[in-house]
């Protein structure tokens, strides 16, 4: 079983940030609860991504010139080296779970999804999670985080999975929310027809 996770997660260099260090899964969680004048003062990056989930209150992540407001049950994917910046005040409460994991992972996942599935998350990094899928999501950062505190021998091999399994889901998710903008686009574009028709069909008689 050793032998396996070493093979298993020797690709993972951890060296290139503090928070990866001494783990082998190239993952990390932290929860975290913030005080209403919680405020980054100036933009960071790092070098792995980062799953952002706000689990209470309301924040503002400042992400490539990019402004998003996030509300419980939204998910943002941050790329490494990507300066970005979190802002709360707007509410008493909040509470985040972040994932942070090596370019690694995400190489290995492309390998078998291909990289259409990441490309849809990458161009558009935010996800709205429904109310009834995030007890799911959290779920799965419930895993992650309870793994890693409480350590043994598979603890690297799970890590792995939930977070193999919480990136499938955004992708899933992504093409889901896609489909049915698609959708929507065209039922407009069908009723637009109709009215206009209509329309044509009464005054082209006058």
């Known amino acids: 079983m050793k032998s396996e996770e070493r093979i298993c997660y020797k690709s993972m260099n951890c060296d290139q940030d503090e928070e990866l260090k001494d783990k082998p899964s190239g993952v990390f969680a932290?929860?975290?609860?913030?005080?209403v004048d919680f405020s980054m003062t100036v933009d960071h990056s790092h070098g792995y991504y980062e799953l952002f989930y706000l689990a209470a209150g309301r924040c503002r992540i400042f992400?490539?010139?990019t402004i998003y407001?996030?509300?419980?049950?939204?998910?943002i994917l941050i790329e490494p080296q990507a300066l970005h910046r979190t802002i709360y005040g707007l509410t008493r409460e909040n509470e985040r779970i972040a994932v942070g994991f090596a370019p690694e992972h995400m190489k290995q996942l492309e390998?078998?999804?291909?990289?259409?599935w990441s490309g849809r998350l990458r161009g558009k990094p935010c996800i709205s999670v429904e109310p009834g899928r995030r007890r799911y999501v959290e779920g799965m950062l419930e895993k992650i985080l309870a793994e890693q505190n409480n350590r043994d021998v598979f603890s690297d091999v799970l890590i792995?999975?939930?977070?193999s399994e919480l990136l499938a889901f955004c992708g899933r998710y992504r093409l889901e929310h896609q489909f049915r903008t698609w959708q929507s686009r065209q039922l407009r574009r069908r009723r637009f027809r109709k009215r206009l028709l209509i329309f044509i069909t009464i005054f082209g008689n006058l």
């Open 63 to 65: 992400l490539n010139h």
């Open 160 to 163: 792995c999975n939930y977070l």
């Open 111 to 116: 390998t078998r999804w291909g990289k259409e």
């Open 69 to 75: 407001h996030l509300e419980p049950g939204d998910l």
């Open 30 to 35: 932290s929860r975290k609860r913030r005080p």
